[in-house]
């Protein structure tokens, strides 16, 4: 609530952060809907539990019609430093391209914010074919990182982004400290760029990939040296080939990230068809899909334990029930990756899903579905993100 | 690029292992043309994630049908054999780029191997409706796997090799291909790897020997064509049609990888599935 109010009115808040708000991405919804004028006192369970009537009342109850009693469930989501998404369905780094790939099918303003491939400082021609295979219940890829270098990127694509209502969240990997940096450097203060998201993680690539995520102070040193070079809001996302993800967990918020991502893919091999060697040209490849949904809500599980600032699931979302197993664990927003593939109008989808499931149960906003399965000691995890500091 | 449903209409088991099956889908054949391909749901929600990928095989615009030819090698193909006329699976195409034929091309040379025939059956539909001379030469490893002479139109000059002599030629499709070089204004080539790459190897030599005398002549005399563009194409001697494992077949995942003669990646689904055969670097690893 107090969020909310922060970047609707300006009212209220000191003055130093509204600069950082303001510059990320000025309006990343339109003013008309930026938040559904809601009066709290407002009746809510008495005429919400009919689910079928809810698309056509969705419809005729526009943002024009704030005390209609179906009207929109909040479903923003404050990842920290201003990056205030419409709703918590991403899209996963990796699976939707930069955004332009899917036009045709896909209405991508309607996503919560799109992570785009994962972007290093020069350009990768990636690693050998075949980089992706089928496995029960998810799939392999080894794409090794295959992107045409920041600049590239922002040549083609930022002035797309830009003029577009969702956020962009520039995916960034690097073989050291400093290519990290670099392409933060470079990324900051582009339009169109929303946040970066650090893929300290990527099990396909021989340098630099994931090396930092496997070790606290490689991570946390990693972490602070981004924030240093950029005001935009920072993710670090997490993965699950480590003993134990807290201390690491730990260390990224203490370096100053806004939000955590979990989990990347999980190392694994594929055998060829003649047995006579690994699958995939790269022999090993990263699992995704629902075959890592259980790892993924164990490292979500333990991740908004130790941490104050807010956790975004990536793991084999598939249907509505998968994206409140992760809220439920913690989560504030999910991240839709391999099951794009198979469906890729589903991320929308669970948009439209979540707030039915919401007015179902009379809430007005999500958030009270976040953090339910979590150990009562605990207390809720952070819905919103950390407060700026300089 | 469209998300439609498609009935099944008809599937039948055309060859040991090898399936036909006609799906009416008017949205996603409104505009398809040879050489491109649908990406189709299977409907095995528990443990198959990703779609297939299924060249045209023949596309009826009138009609508003397309059928797929495919041979079952994993639960994904066996559980479309299990489909039934009136089910409905989901498609997502037409994706890809397609065989670009010169408006001037009189002889139309296709080479297929094994399940290539999927790939360039629907330019011999293509090519004999304009008015083109057809010969399509075909190989497989036995008898058993020959596709029928009767699913193919009859203007359609068809030889077959099989690499077991069991009928036509005993050997490799590519033995067949020295004969028809001359002949041939343009090839089209789908199949093995090995088998693309020997006709690729073919096909620079006949170039070197040859030339490609009636093409590209007129207009645009002199300036280069971009890489990869559709005239580039048109003008190549020999077009192949490529296959990769395949992600999301729309150009988001970068799975689906070949390397150009740069030794930069093109995809597979977006920048082919056909591509000209001096754009690829047959001799890299990849």
Redesign the interface.
């Known amino acids: 609530m107090k969020a909310r109010r922060r970047v609707v009115t300006n009212g209220g808040a000191p003055a130093k952060r509204r600069p950082t708000v303001r510059r990320i991405k000025p309006a990343i919804l339109p003013a008309t809907r930026r938040i559904a004028p809601a009066a709290p006192s407002a009746p809510v369970a008495s005429s919400g539990n009919g689910a079928g009537s809810s698309a056509t009342a969705e419809r005729r109850a526009g943002p024009g019609a704030p005390m209609s009693p179906e009207r929109e469930i909040d479903l923003t989501v404050d990842l920290g430093r201003g990056l205030r998404l419409a709703n918590p369905i991403l899209v996963a780094s990796g699976t939707f391209g930069y955004g332009v790939e899917y036009g045709d099918v896909v209405d991508v303003q309607r996503l919560g914010a799109i992570c785009c491939k994962g972007t290093t400082l020069r350009p990768r021609v990636g690693n050998p074919t075949p980089r992706v295979t089928e496995t029960p219940g998810g799939m392999l890829n080894s794409i090794g990182l295959q992107n045409p270098g920041v600049d590239a990127v922002l040549d083609k694509y930022a002035a797309t982004w830009s003029r577009w209502r969702v956020p962009v969240i520039v995916n960034v990997a690097g073989e050291s400290i400093a290519d990290f940096t670099e392409v933060a450097r470079r990324l900051d203060g582009q339009p169109g760029i929303a946040g970066i998201e650090l893929n300290i993680s990527c099990p396909n690539v021989g340098k630099g990939g994931i090396q930092f995520a496997i070790d606290a102070e490689a991570a946390g040193a990693v972490t602070a040296a981004v924030r240093r070079a950029t005001d935009l809001p920072l993710l670090v996302k997490l993965s699950p080939n480590v003993a134990d993800v807290r201390p690491i967990a730990r260390a990224i918020a203490d370096a100053g990230a806004d939000a955590l991502s979990a989990i990347n893919t999980l190392s694994g091999i594929a055998v060829g068809p003649a047995r006579s060697r690994p699958l995939l040209g790269n022999i090993y490849g990263g699992l995704s899909g629902p075959a890592i949904k259980p790892v993924a809500l164990r490292v979500v599980y333990e991740a908004s334990q130790v941490v104050d600032i807010p956790v975004v699931a990536i793991g084999g979302v598939t249907e509505l029930a998968d994206v409140l197993d992760y809220l439920a664990v913690g989560a504030v927003a999910v991240q839709v990756g391999t099951a794009i593939f198979a469906d890729p109008t589903l991320p929308a989808r669970l948009v439209d899903e979540l707030g039915a499931e919401c007015r179902r149960r009379g809430l007005d906003d999500y958030r009270p579905l976040i953090g339910t399965a979590l150990p009562k000691r605990a207390g809720p995890p952070s819905a919103k993100g950390v407060e700026y500091r300089p | 690029?469209?998300?439609a449903g498609a009935e099944l209409i008809d599937s039948r088991e055309i060859l040991p292992g090898q399936w036909l099956q006609s799906f009416h889908a008017p949205e996603l054949v409104a505009g398809a043309r040879a050489g491109q391909f649908v990406h189709v749901?299977t409907g095995d929600?528990?443990?198959?994630?990703?779609?297939r990928p299924f060249s045209f095989n023949t596309i009826d615009p009138i009609a508003g049908t397309l059928t797929i030819h495919f041979r079952t090698i994993g639960r994904?193909t066996e559980w479309f054999t299990r489909l039934r006329p009136g089910d409905r699976v989901?498609m997502?195409g037409p994706l890809g780029r397609p065989f670009e034929v010169d408006p001037r091309t009189r002889h139309v040379l296709l080479v297929a191997g094994g399940l290539g025939m999927a790939g360039v059956r629907a330019l011999a539909d293509a090519a004999i409706r304009d008015g083109r001379q057809v010969t399509l030469l075909f190989g497989a490893a036995r008898a058993s796997e020959v596709y029928p002479s009767s699913l193919l139109p009859d203007e359609v000059e068809y030889i077959v090799a099989t690499d077991d002599g069991s009928v036509g030629h005993h050997g490799f499709v590519t033995d067949l291909v020295p004969d028809y070089e001359a002949w041939a204004d343009q090839a089209f080539a789908c199949g093995p790897q090995p088998m693309l790459r020997a006709l690729a190897g073919l096909a620079a030599s006949r170039r070197r020997r040859l030339g490609v005398a009636s093409l590209g002549r007129k207009r645009g005399a002199g300036r280069p064509i971009p890489v990869g563009s559709p005239q580039a194409r048109r003008r190549a001697f020999l077009q192949v049609s490529m296959e990769?494992?395949?992600?999301?077949?729309?150009?988001?995942?970068?799975?689906?990888?070949?390397?150009d003669t740069k030794?930069?990646?093109q995809r597979v689904c977006?920048e082919g599935p056909v591509f000209a055969s001096d754009e690829i670097d047959w001799e890299g690893?990849?």
Request: charged fraction near 15%; hydrophobic fraction near 45%; proline fraction near 3%.
């Open positions: 690029m469209r998300l749901r929600y528990s443990g198959l994630v990703l779609r994904g989901d997502l990769q494992n395949m992600g999301c077949a729309v150009g988001a995942c970068l799975g689906c990888v070949v390397m030794g930069a990646p977006r690893g990849w």
